[in-house]
């Protein structure tokens, strides 16, 4: 009896052991099944949104509102793979931990706008210097040090973003300059070395930030008079700033269509010579460019 009691115990404890394992792994099966459907159904989801949305897309700005979005799209997506860097994505300058409202969300320029820009400048890029205010995650400094400039330059005041661009930059192939400098710092703090011909912006700040950035890249050309040329994108608050700044010219506008949005970009030119120099921009490169006399 008490030998039969303890084999049947056994054998039940067994079969109950048995019990639990097969129930766990069927548990296992059926939230492994669960989570598949749950992650096919979130897919699905964003499938249909995206078809939506591209719908949306289409019916408020047309076929070739589309196609020419596509184009932004192909692009940006061209050069990441191309120069295995990874820039995308927008960040507020809340979640980046600043309150001063005159700095600018990061959002990156598109490449076939910085590529657009830099091919309309007449310098010989090997003894160039071009320097991006609020370079972010990189993008244009990147697009920049895969040409042969002689010296590239960011200035970022998010050493979030910093770290980003400085990881892309260790990473990216075709790089064709040799010296790519990062720097963390509030652009009013910078002084412009004296061998800086390019200046890019992609609407880093306005108001009184901005204001004191262009007084210090004057003070640099005062210091050492040169061939300067500005690039910047979306400059209703640049024109507004440099409105008596003599020693500054535009010489170049385009406008672009993003969304809803109509984009500008305006070439400038410090001022000695800048007919002669206004001259020497390359026509055939000049998709929607406009010459701007002044
Ligand atoms: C519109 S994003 C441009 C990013 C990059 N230049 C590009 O073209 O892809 C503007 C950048 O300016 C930076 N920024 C804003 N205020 C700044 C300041 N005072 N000094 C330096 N960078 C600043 C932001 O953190 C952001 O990364």
Redesign the pocket.
């Known amino acids: 009896m008490h030998k039969w009691y303890h084999i049947a115990s056994r054998d039940i404890d067994s079969s109950v052991r048995q019990g639990r394992k097969s129930m766990a792994v069927s548990w296992r099966n059926s939230s492994n099944l669960i989570q598949y459907g749950q992650t096919q159904a979130v897919a699905m989801n964003r499938a249909v949104q995206k078809i939506r949305s591209t719908i949306s897309f289409v019916r408020r700005f047309g076929v070739l509102g589309f196609l020419e979005e596509l184009r932004y799209r192909m692009a940006d997506l061209y050069y990441e793979r191309r120069l295995g860097v990874e ?1 995308a994505g927008r ?1 507020t ?1 809340k979640d ?1 931990g ?1 309150a ?1 409202a ?8 598109w490449y076939r706008e ?1 590529y657009s820009a830099l091919n309309k400048i007449p310098l010989d890029k090997s003894t160039s210097t071009f320097l ?10 990147i697009a920049a040090a895969a040409l042969p400039f002689k010296r590239v330059i ?5 050493d979030r ?1 910093l770290a980003i661009a400085q990881k892309n930059l260790d990473t990216m192939r075709h790089k064709r300059c040799k010296r790519v400098e990062l720097l963390l ?4 703090q910078y002084v412009v070395p004296g061998d800086v011909n390019l200046i ?6 306005a108001g009184q ?1 901005l204001q004191t950035v262009i007084n210090n890249i004057y003070d640099s050309y005062k210091q050492s008079p040169r061939e300067m040329y500005i690039v910047f ?1 979306n400059n209703h608050h640049f024109e507004n700033a440099i409105k008596n700044q003599p020693w500054l010219t535009r010489i170049e506008q385009r406008t672009f269509h993003h969304y809803d949005y109509d984009h500008s970009c305006g070439i400038y030119v410090t001022k000695a010579s800048c007919s002669q120099k206004a001259r020497r921009l390359d026509p055939a490169s000049a998709e929607g460019w406009e010459r701007v006399t002044e």
């Open positions: 820039t960040h300058v980046l600043f001063n005159e700095f600018m969300d990061y959002d990156p320029i910085i991006d205010y609020g370079s972010g995650k990189g993008r244009a400094v960011g200035i970022e005041i998010s973003l710092i509030d652009a009013t890019y912006f992609y609407n880093p700040f930030v994108v």
